[in-house]
T-cell receptor, first 111, second 114 residues
Framework: DAKTTQPNSMESNEEEPVHLPCNHS???????IHWYRQLPSQGPEYVIH???SNVNNRMASLAIAEDRKSSTLILHRATLRDAAVYYC????????????FGKGTKLSVIP | DAGVIQSPRHEVTEMGQEVTLRCKPI?????LFWYRQTMMRGLELLIY????????DSGMPEDRFSAKMPNASFSTLKIQPSEPRDSAVYFC????????????FGQGTRLTVV
């Protein structure tokens, strides 16, 4: 499986932008990069995904490095509701489902 | 749509008893996944189905675990007999195509085996 590496934890002040990094140096050409988050006592929630180009949606932006070996999830203005564990996940294109959650980054938002 | 619905939300059972967890996926989704989450191991994929057919069950920990999907709107995860180490939160998720779409997760079932 292609692996991802994320910092264990990060802190952000409320209303400031947050950049959550993810390294995936062994990514294959057909792997999609997905981000999910898990709020306390809830199931994981989809945030955003991309393949090669940067992506934006109402929740966040995803910046993908040109060589695709890293990506950054950008929350433009952190709120207290954004405090969660954020998972960077690679979807393998090898046929079998390889949605593997790592340990993720626990984001704390300081009021 | 009400999203992925799991039942029960909480289950406490005695060691050795049979436990059945239930999941109703989002209508029209053709993939269904069962995950288990513990503090020690994080989120683990146990098994997934495509069009009601089990595709990969390599994550199922042992023969005590079994999963079925008798139709497109219902799946069960059964543990028989249950053991204390099975205590965890079990999540069900569903999606359309795997790679280029999002998976929707249920609220989970918190299982405690005493």
């Amino acid at each position: 499986d292609a692996k991802t590496t994320q910092p264990n934890s990060m802190e952000s002040n409320e209303e400031e932008p947050v950049h959550l990094p993810c390294n995936h140096s062994t990514i294959s050409g057909t792997d999609y990069i997905h981000w999910y988050r898990q709020l306390p006592s809830q199931g994981p929630e989809y945030v955003i995904h991309g393949l090669t180009s940067n992506v934006n949606n109402r929740m966040a932006s995803l910046a993908i490095a040109e060589d695709r070996k890293s990506s950054t999830l950008i929350l433009h203005r952190a709120t207290l509701r954004d405090a969660a564990v954020y998972y960077c996940i690679l979807y393998s294109g090898a046929g079998s489902y390889q949605l593997t959650f790592g340990k993720g980054t626990k984001l704390s938002v300081i009021p | 749509d009400a999203g992925v619905i799991q039942s029960p939300r909480h289950e406490v059972t005695e060691m050795g008893q049979e436990v059945t967890l239930r999941c109703k996926p989002i209508s029209g989704h053709d993939y269904l996944f069962w995950y288990r989450q513990t503090m020690m191991r994080g989120l683990e994929l146990l098994i997934y189905f495509n069009n009601n057919v089990p595709i990969d069950d390599s994550g199922m920990p042992e023969d005590r675990f079994s999963a079925k999907m008798p139709n497109a709107s219902f799946s069960t995860l059964k543990i028989q007999p249950s053991e204390p180490r099975d205590s965890a939160v079990y999540f069900c998720a569903s999606s359309y195509h795997m790679m280029n779409t999002e998976a929707f997760f249920g609220q989970g079932t918190r299982l405690t085996v005493v």
